[in-house]
């Protein structure tokens, strides 16, 4: 545990060092406060004390941000061979993926208390139902955990952070849509399966604020075989080269 | 704390990096790696830090087997890999720091430890600098600072000098040397001369094999059972000399050197010394012995006779 806190803390550090943190707070904020408050289906035109305009906005703006940050997370260490220093130290594999996981999370997590004034604000203003923010928060955490793994493991498959990008973004736009589109074209048994992959009826099951445990366990089993699958790839180094 | 390497065998595909080999390093000893390109050195010392597991075998690092204990042995390992990675973007004092905490360094002792390393390898000037603004040789300092950080009992170094300038290797090799002393360390190098200067034992490794094993006398003497001596000679000219010492037995074979007049490169017979008699050949003719020099046989030439084919 105290490894993959290690790892974690250097994680997030980097992410400052590097400027992408900022960048992606600045950007993330921006993006939802001007959707939130200003234009399209902002709180003022749908004239409800009410997030949803925000959690539809988190959630794409998160699709394409998270990519950006994970593609460096493994590949580049492949690349410039850290990776061999990194788990020549006292670490095993799993360590090093759940520590760059939850650096990673950690972020994401500081990105959206800072949209936390949004939700007092609104309250002031009207009515609010408590229960769908923390909800939709809930919901936004699980999904950028499921978004984080999935880019984590395209970033231990290549060494060119391109790559682990157009892969990630590849990989969610089959969750996000493309099953999206399959439920809706079939019926019965196959739409139902279709249905359930998809990263989008779950989502808005949790933001509608119905915490149901089969979402729940949805977005975590899927994190832990995008977690699994990475360590598969870190261990791969030993099969041939 | 010794290594114990037995039997390891490691495949990349259809390809056998190493082919079952054994070998032994004990406390105190640097042992030299040495090999053409390819030849399997990077994927032994790999395996010994726990990076790739062996295909075959196992190795042991005091007592801990590299399969069913790695996290002990990679405590016991400080590691410089081939073209010394490190994270660019981190400044010197914080990735001695993250590497410190990897190690399970105690935390009041981090601090005094990183000292420490920043004095031995000379980063006094450079810690706070981050490490993609330092020069190749501060990057190797970084290197080496970070393999030594938790006071490792063995050291495994694949090219600690690989890019360094002459006086950066000199220092390093000091270092390697003091190190050396107390702990055990296994360095590979296609420098010959590197090895032969910091290492006690080489091991001339070709095609995943094991192809000598010895100090670098051993090998010379596995090698050349010769002796060649460079001899200068005045008061005689080059024709009457030549002839006179094709009379003595011990001598197979005479070169005479372009460069000097009357001056020979001297080939004994095997297991057979002919200074005495060329000293008492001059004596008796009255010529004077103005050089004699043994020549010693290159471990580049062993180096080349043991790895072609």
């Known amino acids: ?241 | 704390m010794d290594i114990v390497v037995e039997n390891l065998t490691k495949t990349y595909g259809p390809q056998r990096a190493v082919d079952n080999i054994s070998f032994q390093v004990k406390t105190g000893e640097v042992l030299g790696f040495l090999g053409p390109n390819g030849a399997g050195k990077t994927t032994t010392m790999k395996a010994i830090t726990c990076f790739l597991s062996p295909t075959d075998g196992d190795i042991k690092v005091g007592g801990n087997s590299v399969l069913s204990n790695p996290d002990k042995v990679k405590k016991l390992i400080g590691y410089l890999p081939e073209m010394n990675p490190l994270y660019v973007e981190m400044p010197v004092i914080d990735y001695l720091k993250f590497v410190a905490e990897l190690q399970g360094i105690h935390k009041n002792k981090i601090r005094e430890r990183i000292k420490e390393m920043v004095t031995i390898c000379g980063l006094e000037g450079e810690k706070h600098k981050k490490i993609s603004e330092l020069s190749k040789g501060y990057r190797q300092r970084v290197g080496l600072a970070q393999a030594l950080i938790h006071d490792p009992e063995v050291l495994v170094l694949d090219e600690p000098t690989a890019g360094l300038d002459p006086n950066q290797i000199a220092e390093i090799r000091a270092l390697i040397r003091s190190i050396g002393r107390s702990k055990t360390v296994v360095l590979s190098s296609h420098i010959l001369a590197e090895v032969e200067a910091t290492c006690d034992r080489i091991l001339i490794i070709n095609k995943g094999k094991i192809v000598a094993d010895g100090t670098a006398d051993d090998l010379r003497k596995r090698a050349h059972n010769r002796e060649v001596l460079r001899i200068s000679i005045e008061g005689a000219d080059s024709n009457t000399a030549f002839q006179a010492l094709r009379a003595v037995d011990t001598i197979d074979l005479i070169d005479p050197l372009p460069m000097k007049e009357c001056s020979f490169e001297i080939h004994s017979k095997n297991d057979a010394t002919s200074r005495k008699a060329i000293f008492s050949l001059c004596v008796e003719k009255g010529w004077f012995l103005t050089e004699m020099t043994p020549i010693e046989t290159k471990l580049e030439d062993i180096f080349r006779e043991l790895t072609v084919n």
């Open chain 1, 1 to 241: 545990m105290k490894q993959i806190w290690i790892i974690t803390k250097r994680e997030l550090k980097a992410f400052f060092d590097s400027l992408m943190a900022y960048i992606m707070i600045v950007a993330f904020l921006g993006f939802t406060g001007f959707f939130t408050w200003l234009y399209g289906a902002d709180v003022f035109f749908i004239n409800q004390a009410s997030l949803q305009s925000f959690f539809s906005i988190s959630y794409w703006t998160l699709f394409f941000f998270i990519p950006a940050l994970t593609m460096r997370l493994i590949a580049e260490e492949n690349k410039s061979g850290t990776i061999e220093l990194l788990l020549t130290k006292p670490v095993n594999d799993w360590q090093v993926v759940m520590g760059k996981f939850l650096g990673t999370l950690l972020l994401i997590l500081i990105a959206l208390a800072m949209t936390i004034p949004y939700y007092f604000t609104v309250s002031s203003i009207g009515k609010i139902d408590h229960g769908a923010v923390w909800s939709g928060y809930l919901g936004l955490i699980l999904m950028s955990a499921t978004y984080i793994s999935i880019g984590l493991f395209a970033s231990s498959i290549t060494s060119n952070q391109i790559i682990a990008f157009l892969l990630a973004i590849f990989i969610g736009i089959i969750f996000h849509i493309i099953f999206d589109v399959l439920a809706s074209s079939f019926t019965g048994l196959l739409g139902g399966i279709f249905s359930y992959l998809s990263i989008n009826s779950h989502y808005e099951s949790i933001s509608r604020g119905v915490i149901d445990s089969k979402d729940l366990i949805y977005f975590l089993s899927l994190t832990f075989i995008c977690l699994f699958s990475t360590e598969a790839f870190l261990a791969k180094r030993n099969l041939s080269k």
